[in-house]
């Protein structure tokens, strides 16, 4: 095919985790001590990572790790370190490794292989989980931390995990916490800003804890409602008084980023092991983002010592990242696009927060003066210094849907591999990367969602238009697998026998209306 999976024998994404346990606590203890934005107090190290002081306290600023630029070495240390610090029960959370991180959760042994397109370009393969989405990756593994988080505090609330979702976070979420004791579940998303195959995944869950709405807005609006419900200092007092306290599911939750982190370092792992690098030389990666998570994780691989030449951040149309990296300037003061790529379609990425604190040298007023400058008039320029730094990290890049088909056909066409139309967005950015910087560096794309989740755009793109019209979603799935070759993937497949339990939509305005009314 043109198209190689690397040596099968690879680091494991389980085992090799966790292997230098011993070593990681010897060498790398970290400080717990995390801090927000806003203020010098550090947050307490009995507080869970997980809990909803991850994602918001004094009702401003979101989480980071004061630590993560001091620095690490080595391969799978660091996430070892992270989980031994808040959970010295080792034993215990190896056991929610193997729960999370095996052959029923994940369709291929290695869990997130790599595959060599050519001799420059590699995917990176995220979507192999029950989703088939790279959010499966963090959230498999988020209820475990959350779960045991609850119980070290001896809190006995129920946890509420509130998603906002432009598609993907959703039923990833939902299949995560789906009937775990101890929680609910409620996931909002743009009526009209996901795929079908994406829609119809979150209507079927299963599970007696959880609630889905579509809304009338987009993400945005969807992501910007949650954060209202997190800061309403009378609704969640109402709901303690209940017996239940907030948390996410999104990577505002510093628990959503640190498993995110470990694929950039497996990811290398697998091509040193496989003869395509030499320990110490440098890879880009290439993250098609609209929220900056996916991408901030591998800043924070690079800080923990990952050779990373340059983080390539590729967006669809609604390209405010692509203008901020090029001019210094985030304005999200500009017309809204529903792409091909949805899980994209984003123009308040608030993970960016954490990055502009990081790059401005841990500066938490400066970082709250261009946050507050957001809030109030939707935009804000960084110092000429930030920016400089941020051109030596990153390299942004945008297409739209016209070139993000292309990018589909003509590499199925050259090498028999189907992308959906994410990772074709960061295909078609790669492309321009390496063709204006003429950087010769090893280059690995991050593949973040299954080709047959988006079905309509991925085989209109091979195939034409016509050859969509009027075809049902499972028709279509069926007509991709057989012109690429590919199976369908089992969670998809069953889709079509499965119950709709969740149909409804409802103004962003009555969000919390909800959420109380889910939690009576």
């Not at 092991?273 to 098609?288: C, R, S, Y």
Request: hydrophobic share 35%; aromatic share 10%.
């Amino acid at each position: 095919t043109g198209v190689k999976e690397l040596d099968p024998t690879q680091m494991n994404y389980r085992y090799e985790i966790y292997n230098h346990t011993q070593a990681a606590k010897r060498k790398h203890r970290l400080d717990p001590a995390r801090r927000e934005y806003n203020t010098d107090k550090p947050v307490p190290t009995d507080v869970p990572i997980i809990s909803k002081d991850t994602a918001y306290i004094n009702d401003e600023g979101t989480i980071v790790r004061e630590t993560v630029t001091r620095g690490l070495t080595g391969d799978y240390d660091f996430l070892n370190t992270y989980i031994v610090n808040v959970y010295p029960d080792t034993t215990a959370w190896i056991n929610d490794f193997d729960n999370a991180y095996n052959e029923e959760s994940f369709a291929t042994k290695s869990i997130t292989p790599v595959y060599k397109l050519n001799n420059q370009v590699y995917f990176l393969e995220l979507w192999h989980g029950k989703t088939c989405a790279f959010k499966d990756l963090a959230l498999q593994i988020l209820p475990h931390l959350l779960t045991k988080s609850i119980k070290k505090t001896k809190d006995d609330r129920t946890a509420v995990i509130l998603v906002a979702t432009s598609g993907d976070t959703g039923k990833a979420a939902l299949e995560g916490f789906s009937n775990v004791d101890g929680t609910k579940i409620a996931v909002f998303y743009p009526i009209d800003g996901v795929s079908k195959i994406q829609k119809l995944q979150m209507a079927t869950q299963d599970g007696n804890n959880v609630a889905v709405s579509g809304i009338e807005g987009n993400f945005d609006d969807a992501q910007s409602g949650v954060k209202k419900i997190f800061t309403d200092k009378e609704f969640i007092e109402e709901l303690n008084n209940r017996g239940y306290m907030l948390s996410s599911a999104n990577s505002i939750n510093w628990g959503r980023l640190v498993p995110q982190i470990v694929y950039y370092f497996s990811a290398y792992a697998d091509m040193l092991k496989a003869g395509e690098i030499t320990l110490g030389e440098k890879v880009n990666f290439v993250v098609p983002t609209g929220n900056f998570g996916d991408i901030l994780a591998g800043y924070y691989a690079k800080l923990l010592g990952l050779p990373v030449n340059k983080l390539v951040c590729a967006s669809n149309t609604n390209n405010v990242l692509t203008d901020f990296i090029n001019t210094g300037v985030y304005n999200k003061n500009r017309q809204f696009y529903t792409t091909d790529s949805p899980s994209m379609d984003i123009l308040i990425s608030s993970n960016l927060e954490r990055f502009i604190y990081n790059v401005s040298g841990n500066d938490s007023a400066l970082t709250k003066q261009y946050m507050d400058a957001l809030a109030k008039d939707g935009q804000y320029k960084v110092s000429d210094e930030i920016k400089e730094k941020m051109s030596e990290i990153l390299w942004g890049g945008c297409c739209d849907d016209k070139d993000t088909a292309i990018s589909i056909k003509d590499t199925f066409e050259k090498y028999k591999y189907l992308m959906d139309t994410h990772t074709a967005v960061g295909k078609n950015v790669c492309d321009k990367y390496l063709f204006e910087t003429d950087d010769k560096t090893k280059t690995v794309i991050l593949s973040t969602a299954s080709p047959f989740k988006f079905n309509t755009a991925v085989l209109s793109a091979i195939a034409g238009e016509d050859a969509v019209k009027n075809k049902s979603e499972f028709q279509l799935l069926d007509m991709l697998s057989e012109i690429s070759g590919l199976v369908i993937p089992k969670s998809l497949a069953q889709l079509k026998n499965k119950e709709v339990r969740f149909g409804g939509k409802i103004n962003k305005e009555d969000m919390k209306q909800f959420v109380s009314e889910f939690n009576m």
